[in-house]
């Protein structure tokens, strides 16, 4: 197999998103990639490098495009709180950067999973709750403080929520309303939940624990693994779908 990296660009509503594609030839499955808020980062691309070496295409999404600077805390604080603070426009923003992409990658919908790091967590799990077509949504250490009034678009989602138990980001109240949630509408949830680990636990170089905020690199491991595992299910179960056909 061989491996490519190229930039598609999308417009919407005059804003420019530049998505980076790190495309895997003869790869059965690709999984788009949610950035924390500060945006596409060398995390996000070695995330993308390292599905490429588990024989993944990967797309890193460009989220908040041209329109929002990311430079300072500050900054992106305001750009977050934007969609934070109007869900219908988040998950509206969502399905348009989603359908952007998969078209752009032909449209094949079946095999494609979604994760997300931080906010990008949040998307790849409102993402699986709000559009068809996902084999999986996986978060890690996602904000989980999105509505939980809509059935969901496809029960057939996988969901996979990695969570630090000592992330002051995700309080137990939106931990138990997230897996009531997940539970009532009898949706497949893995929810892992690593004790002494803080909010961006699988973020090198994430180092503020008085903020709740830290790199550590046992959860880290650990959680890529069971990502990885779920995403090789998603595999196993397109090829028995497409062998079927």
């Not at 990311?70 to 109007?86: F, G, K, P, V, W």
């Not at 939940?193 to 180092?207: E, K, L």
Request: some cysteine; charged content about 20%.
């Amino acid at each position: 197999m061989e491996n490519s990296k190229q930039i598609v660009e999308q417009k919407i509503k005059g804003s420019l998103h530049r998505h980076e594609c790190y495309n895997l030839s003869g790869a059965r499955h690709q999984v788009m990639i949610y950035p924390t808020w500060a945006g596409i980062t060398d995390f996000e691309r070695g995330v993308a490098k390292r599905l490429n070496s588990a024989g993944l295409s990967a797309r890193v999404v460009d989220f908040f495009g041209s329109a929002y600077d990311l430079t300072t805390i500050e900054s992106r604080r305001e750009a977050m709180s934007t969609y934070t603070q109007d869900f219908s426009q988040m998950t509206q923003h969502l399905g348009v950067l989603n359908e952007g992409i998969r078209c752009d990658a032909g449209g094949n919908t079946a095999a494609v999973s979604v994760m997300g790091f931080c906010l990008g967590g949040m998307c790849a799990l409102l993402s699986g709750l709000t559009q068809q077509g996902f084999a999986s949504a996986i978060s890690f250490h996602g904000l989980l403080s999105f509505p939980k009034a809509t059935p969901p678009a496809d029960p057939a989602t996988r969901f996979l929520i990695l969570n630090g138990n000592a992330d002051p980001m995700v309080p137990g109240t939106d931990i138990r309303e997230t897996q009531a949630f997940f539970e009532s509408h009898q949706l497949d949830l893995t929810f892992i939940n690593f004790s002494r680990t803080r909010h961006s636990f699988s973020i090198p170089g994430a180092d503020n624990p008085e903020a709740g905020v830290q790199y550590n690199p046992r959860a880290a491991e650990r959680s890529w693994r069971y990502a990885t595992d779920m995403l090789a299910q998603a595999i196993d179960s397109q090829a028995t779908v497409d062998a079927g056909n």
